[in-house]
């Protein structure tokens, strides 16, 4: 291929004129041009021609500098436009040094009005105790930057969108403009859904209810959700503003486990109540992590328990009587006492069912779970018949929905059709955040409190506390 403009040394140049870079020593004088080579030298031998030595004093590899014509003015090779040029160093720079970088003053810093801590600023904001100055170097939460801020820059800050929906979350303040999700990113939600499920404020943004419910979750049907739903119910009831107690009545004691209290072979419980007869208060334990939340724990024990009442007198009301002097006593300040029965229609479950006005029944939206529902309510009938006239289903909760199967849709309208307003509005969706919150002995609410789980629970919660605080609930008005 021959080079345009471009002569290798000892070689004619592809035009008739002086090749604007040329090698030193070559010999630049015209030639005529020649469109292709000579027949008897094959276009091979072009690189073979021997090459010039490189002028005294290069550096091995470098390419000389280009050789002026007559008459026209040297060009440096970094203004020209050639592929690979190299640029000309300035005069008086020692080779391998940069020239000296061009002198720019520096602009005069602006004086801020007035002093501006925007730590304590943001602690202000978001009702949290000021921890004074910021951390030692490497120390936890030394995440300022030292630099000058202007009164501006604070103020960008502190009205971001982020920050709005946190003070709004933790203040139960209405949002708008862009804090209401304009501009906003996914990990603010989350963190601002998050503030307003754990409530680190504490204020009572549930209604409470006009006088104490107590709430029976049941189900014979194994796997729906009776314990996950207890747990994370009374945990949401709880870090809104109710003083909530739990009553483990399975002998898996899984519901003790989800509230991190003790519950292992020897621990006094449920069974030592219904058995011996000891008192509620000498059993019961602070849930972990959870204030105004309390447990009853159930150990194994209980699991010969229903063989043990079977000869015991009045062996149906024997809880109802432990929570009546509990709650005539110790526990007069609870809201809530939620009752989480085993997957049977034992004499726990009757227990449970006579000491109590209100059953929550959770439906998981698979079709076995409305197969046997049939038999759960034609035993409330029973009880309600003989034991407990007060007794009614008040809520129906749809659990482990999976939006992806059309056969959740179909039993979510077949529940919906049958049983009217006592479904709730919230439907409980599968979640993994949901099954992983008992490994670490809580629940999702404050597991991960921003999880759909958690929010989904939160709803559930706010749900039946607006309708138990409702003036039209009355007692015995929703269908059986």
């Known amino acids: ?64 500098p280009a050789a002026p014509l007559d008459g026209e003015p040297v060009v ?56 004074g100055p910021p951390a030692a170097d490497g120390a936890p939460g030394d995440d300022l930057i030292d630099v000058d801020l202007t009164p501006e820059d604070v103020a960008a800050v502190i009205t971001s969108a982020p920050i709005a929906r946190a003070r709004a979350a933790q203040r139960d303040e209405p949002v708008s403009g862009e804090a209401a999700g304009g501009g906003d990113t996914p990990i603010g939600e989350i963190a601002a859904a998050a503030v307003r499920a754990l409530n680190p404020g504490g204020r009572f943004d549930f209604p409470r209810p006009p006088r104490r419910r107590i709430l029976t979750v049941a189900n014979q049907k194994g796997g729906v959700g009776k314990t996950t739903t207890t747990v994370n ?4 009831l709880a870090l809104h503003g109710s003083k909530v107690l739990v009553l483990d009545l399975d002998p898996q004691g899984n519901a003790s486990t989800g509230l991190g209290v003790e519950h292992h072979s020897g621990v006094a419980g449920v069974y030592d109540v219904l058995i011996d007869g000891l008192p509620i208060a000498d059993v019961v334990q602070q849930a972990q992590g959870v ?49 989480d ?27 076995y779970a409305l197969e046997g529902l049939g038999q759960l309510l034609k035993n409330v009938e029973l009880v309600r018949g003989h034991l407990n006239p007060a007794l009614h289903v008040s809520t129906i909760l749809l659990t482990m ?15 919906r059709s049958h049983f009217g307003d006592t479904v709730l509005a919230t439907t409980i969706p599968r979640s993994v955040r949901v099954s992983e919150a008992p490994g670490y002995g809580q629940s999702v609410v404050t597991y991960d409190p921003g999880s759909r789980g958690s929010l989904a629970y939160l709803d559930a919660a706010r749900e039946i506390a607006e309708r138990g605080a409702a003036p039209t609930a009355q007692e015995g008005d929703a269908p059986t």
């Open 401 to 415: 929905y999976d939006a992806r199967t059309k056969l959740a849709d179909q039993v979510r309208e077949e529940v």
């Open 233 to 236: 119910l009374a945990a949401a």
């Open 341 to 367: 029965c085993p997957p049977s229609l034992g004499l726990l479950t009757v227990n449970a069912m006579v000491a109590t006005e209100e059953l929550l029944i959770p439906i998981q939206c698979e079709y």
């Open 291 to 339: 204030p105004n939340l309390w447990c009853v724990p159930a150990t194994i024990d209980l699991a010969g328990a229903e063989i043990e009442l079977v000869s015991v007198v009045a062996r149906e009301s024997r809880l109802k009587r432990a929570i009546d002097a509990f709650l005539d006593g110790p526990g007069a300040e609870l809201d809530y006492v939620l009752v």
């Open 76 to 131: 440096p090779a970094a203004d020209l436009d050639v592929p690979g040029a190299v640029p000309v160093a300035d005069p008086g720079v020692e080779p391998g040094e940069q020239p000296p970088a061009e002198q720019v003053e520096p602009a005069e810093p602006t004086e801020l009005t007035e002093a501006v801590d925007l730590r304590a600023e943001l602690a202000r904001l978001l009702d949290a105790p000021d921890d």
């Open 1 to 64: 291929m021959s080079g345009v403009g471009l002569g290798w040394p000892g070689t004619p140049a592809a035009s008739g004129r002086r090749s604007l870079l040329g090698w030193p020593g070559e010999d630049t004088a015209p030639v005529e041009a020649s469109a292709e080579p000579p027949a008897d030298q094959p276009v091979e031998t072009l690189a073979e021609q021997p090459v010039e030595p490189a002028a005294a004093g290069a550096e091995p590899g470098a390419q000389p």
